[in-house]
């Protein structure tokens, strides 16, 4: 009598895999100028926040984001489309004032650093030439803020809107 042994082996596609787990390098700021500044930074699998402003110092959280919260964080990078970010963004005409931006992250399948002041990539990822936060760029800050646990991080105000 033959006995056969059925593997099945079951191929899951690289980009799952990246998404289903924290990224190895992960830091973002906002910078308002006179307004707050957000610092978030990866360390040692906890996540810390910094919100300061002109008038306090710094105040520091450790947060521990859940694995489904990282998921929902991969795939909102996905959806806004930020690996086609440029790594720098600057309006047209200067502005000494306003808001700086930077964003630096690292999965096996995808890295990015990126940044900007008072200038934000459009949905395909191009500078706007212009300080006024885009859809995409709320969408980024959005993503953050839910991987925070809805701690605050986002632009003041756009400069052109004072």
Same mark, same amino acid.
């Given at each position: 009598? &033959?006995?056969?042994?059925? /593997?099945?082996?079951?191929?899951?596609?690289?980009?799952?895999?990246?998404?289903?787990?924290a =990224?190895? *390098?992960?830091?973002t700021? /906002?910078?308002?100028?006179? #307004?707050?500044?957000y #610092?978030? $930074?990866?360390?040692?699998?906890?996540?810390?926040?910094?919100?300061?402003t002109?008038?306090?110092?710094?105040?520091?959280?450790?947060?521990?984001?859940?694995?489904?919260?990282?998921r929902?964080?991969?795939?909102?990078?996905?959806? /806004? #489309?930020?690996?086609?970010?440029?790594q720098?963004?600057?309006p047209n005409?200067? /502005?000494?004032?306003?808001?700086?931006w930077s964003?630096?992250? *690292?999965?096996?399948?995808? %890295?990015?650093?990126?940044?900007?002041?008072?200038?934000?990539p459009? $949905?395909?990822g $191009? =500078? &706007?030439g212009?300080?006024?936060r885009?859809?995409?760029?709320?969408?980024?800050?959005?993503?953050?803020?839910?991987?925070? #646990?809805? *701690?605050?991080?986002? %632009?003041?105000?756009?400069?052109a809107?004072r």
């Amino acid at each position: 009598m &033959t006995r056969h042994l059925l /593997i099945a082996v079951v191929a899951i596609p690289f980009a799952s895999v990246a998404s289903a787990q924290a =990224p190895s *390098r992960f830091s973002t700021s /906002i910078d308002n100028f006179g #307004g707050h500044s957000y #610092g978030v $930074e990866l360390r040692d699998g906890k996540v810390v926040y910094s919100d300061t402003t002109a008038e306090s110092a710094a105040e520091s959280t450790a947060v521990i984001p859940s694995p489904e919260q990282w998921r929902a964080f991969r795939h909102a990078l996905d959806e /806004i #489309g930020v690996w086609a970010w440029h790594q720098t963004y600057m309006p047209n005409e200067i /502005i000494l004032d306003g808001t700086s931006w930077s964003f630096s992250v *690292r999965y096996p399948d995808y %890295s990015l650093v990126t940044g900007g002041g008072n200038c934000y990539p459009d $949905e395909h990822g $191009e =500078p &706007t030439g212009v300080p006024l936060r885009t859809p995409a760029f709320r969408q980024f800050e959005a993503a953050v803020e839910a991987l925070l #646990g809805g *701690r605050s991080f986002r %632009s003041a105000h756009d400069a052109a809107n004072r």
